[in-house]
């Protein structure tokens, strides 16, 4: 059973991750309406995108995928703050963390480690 001054750190703790979800969210949300608006100018003016272009735009999609599950990640902590005993709640935390690891890993592709003959064509 959590105490008064356990449960006010963790009531901070919350509202400050309620922040960060937020800053997130509009990040998400500026970042996916600037690849729709670079996307709609590439093809209206017909213009061919180089390489360089065309991962620069994956970069874009892969930091929207990262907020994400950074912001999923925020969601199983809030849940567990308020929902776990104190027993479970570091494990369940810690298990919340290892799926948002994995959905890094997933989501960055070669991002972090390019390398120009790394390159997909797809066309």
Known sequence: MMDNNTRAAFGALQRALDHIKE???????????????????IFEAEVEISEDGFVALQHQDILTQQLSATSELI?????????????????????????????????????????????????
Do not use: P, R, W
């Not at 970042?31 to 709609?40: A, F, P, W």
């Not at 104190?86 to 994995?102: F, M, P, Q, R, T």
């Not at 790394?118 to 066309?123: A, N, R």
């Open 23 to 41: 800053v997130q969210t509009n990040v998400t949300a500026l970042n996916l309406k600037s690849m729709t608006m670079l996307g709609d100018a």
């Open 75 to 123: 969601e199983m902590i809030s849940k567990h703050i308020n929902e776990s005993s104190d027993e479970a709640l570091e494990k369940n935390i810690s298990a919340a963390l290892e799926v948002a690891k994995a959905k890094k890993d997933a989501f960055s592709g070669n991002a972090f480690n390019y390398k120009h003959e790394d390159i997909v064509e797809l066309f």
